[in-house]
Structure formats: C-alpha cells, structure tokens
C-alpha cells in the first residue's frame, strides 16, 4: 500500500509501479557479494525487499547501512528493522555519508534506485559517488527492467554504468517479477 501511494504522490523518486519481488532481492543480493561482505551499503532501499534479504544473508558482524530519500519510506523502515541504520539522505551526498556512517572502501553496495528516470547529469553524479565509496574488490550491484534497456534513457545508462565500472556483468532475467528485470553487477 505505502509503495503504491509513493507511487502516485512521489513518481519523481520512485520510478516503478510495485516493489520488487524475493525472487530479484536473492538475485540482485547474490550478485552484490552480500554474504561475504563486511561493510554493505543499501541505497534507495523503499519498501524493504532488498533490505529483508540483505538482513537475512549477511554475516551476524557485517556493518550494514541503508539510504532511503523518501522520508516516509525511511520512517517506515526503521519501524521494520529497528537494528539497522537506516539514513534519511540523498545519494547525491554518498561520499559525505560514507564518512558519517563508516561505509567507505564498502564491498557491496545494492541499489534500487530508479536511474531511468534521473537525467544523465545526476546519473554520472551518484555513479561517481558510489565508485567512489567501493572498495577495490567490492562489488556494486543494481537492477533493470527488462526492455528498458532498448529504449534510450536505458541504453544512455548502460552506456554510462559501463564507462564508469568497465568490468560490468549482467544476470540472467528475472522473470518473477513485475515487470521482468535483470541486475547489473559492477567491479572496479
Ligand atoms: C524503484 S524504488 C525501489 C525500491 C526497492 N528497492 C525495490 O526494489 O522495491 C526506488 C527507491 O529509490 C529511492 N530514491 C530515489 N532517489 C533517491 C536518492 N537520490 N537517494 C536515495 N534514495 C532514492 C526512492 O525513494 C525509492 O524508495
């Protein structure tokens, strides 16, 4: 219900229609190194699909950050998972959170954020912090809708994601899930 309604008073920042089903969250969790990491970083998290997976996968020490700009995602968030840092921010701050929240030299970050529907300036200004914020072995990993690719502001991403993470990998679709998407997986 509360994506629903961010949907319609907060298309701007939200960018889909439904949350992402488990299915995507074990792939795109997979895919980032989740299990294996000690400083994870979340970012644009919503409703908490991929933050429910991420909880359930990661080691009992791992240093777990989330960063959601809605502010009523946010308050929902915490309210669901009360031991986790859940920050209210904005991506284009990432390099300056990072130092708040100690999540620099990160070695996975999960993204939902929506890139298609951000211009290409602030594309290249949150990829660049989320390069930025990687560690040299970490992997970043961040999901498309299936087709999305084709059309311009799609193609325009991918193109930039590639310039900016040479070594960038694609999932196999996921088809359970509305609509059918796959996940980038990036290293430096
Ligand atoms: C497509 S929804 C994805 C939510 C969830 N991860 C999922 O896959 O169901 C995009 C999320 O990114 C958040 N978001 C958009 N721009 C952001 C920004 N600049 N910084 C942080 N979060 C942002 C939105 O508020 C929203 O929660």
Redesign the pocket.
């Known amino acids: 219900m509360r ?1 629903i309604k ?1 949907a319609i008073f ?1 298309p701007h ?4 229609i439904a ?2 089903s488990k299915h ?1 969250a074990r792939v795109i969790v997979d895919k980032a190194g989740v299990d294996g990491a000690a400083r994870i970083l979340e ?8 933050t429910e997976h991420i909880l359930e996968m990661k080691q009992a020490g791992a240093h777990f950050v989330a ?4 502010p009523n ?1 946010a308050t929902d968030l915490k309210s669901r998972f009360p031991d986790t840092r859940i920050v209210e ?4 701050e990432l390099r300056a959170h990072a130092a708040e929240h100690k999540f620099h030299e990160a070695d996975s970050i999960v993204s ?3 890139w298609t529907i951000f211009d290409p300036n602030l594309q290249r200004n ?1 990829l660049g912090g989320i390069h930025d914020v990687l560690g040299k072995s970490g992997t970043f990993a961040t ?1 498309a809708y299936f087709g999305s690719h084709w059309l311009p502001g799609g193609r325009n991403f991918r193109r930039l994601l590639r310039s900016v993470f040479p070594n960038t990998r694609t999932s196999p679709v996921v088809l359970r899930n509305f609509p059918p998407a796959f996940v980038y997986y990036c290293r430096k």
């Open positions: 994506f961010e907060a920042t939200t960018g889909a949350p992402s995507l970012i644009g998290p919503g409703t908490g699909v991929f960063i959601e700009r809605n995602f921010g904005c991506a284009t939902g954020l929506p949150i999901f």
